[in-house]
Nanobody, 117 residues
């Protein structure tokens, strides 16, 4: 019954903003670190942002620092990715990932973000 469902993707112009959400169920969300990955066409999947289980620590890829913010609401079992000042190179499928161990590593289905003029 583990499920991660991303939402909020879509088409946006350069310089615009989107907020992605990932709703989790079927596991103890508050004990998992949460991560956002993305995969652009023809590219390898890359880690965009991560947040610790209680939300006290965050990390970002250099390419998104200052533009993206990861946050979580453990009461709502939801992790967010606020994306501002979007660039064409941010175009990718964005995936939500929950990880606690090598045997507790879950993925969402992904949501498409397209930045285009």
């Amino acid at each position: 019954q583990v499920q991660l469902v991303e939402s909020g993707g879509g088409l946006v112009q350069p310089g615009g903003s989107l907020r992605l959400s990932c709703a989790a169920s079927g596991f103890t969300f508050s004990t998992f670190s949460m991560k956002w990955y993305r995969q652009a066409a023809g590219k390898e999947r890359e880690l965009v942002a991560s947040i610790t289980s209680i939300g006290g620590g965050t990390n970002y890829a250099d390419s998104v620092k200052g533009r993206f913010t990861i946050s979580r609401d453990n009461a709502k079992n939801t992790v967010y990715l606020q994306m501002n000042s979007l660039k064409i190179e941010d175009t990718a499928v964005y995936y939500c990932n929950a990880v606690r161990s090598v045997t507790r590593d879950y993925w969402g289905q992904g949501t498409q973000v397209t930045v285009s003029s």
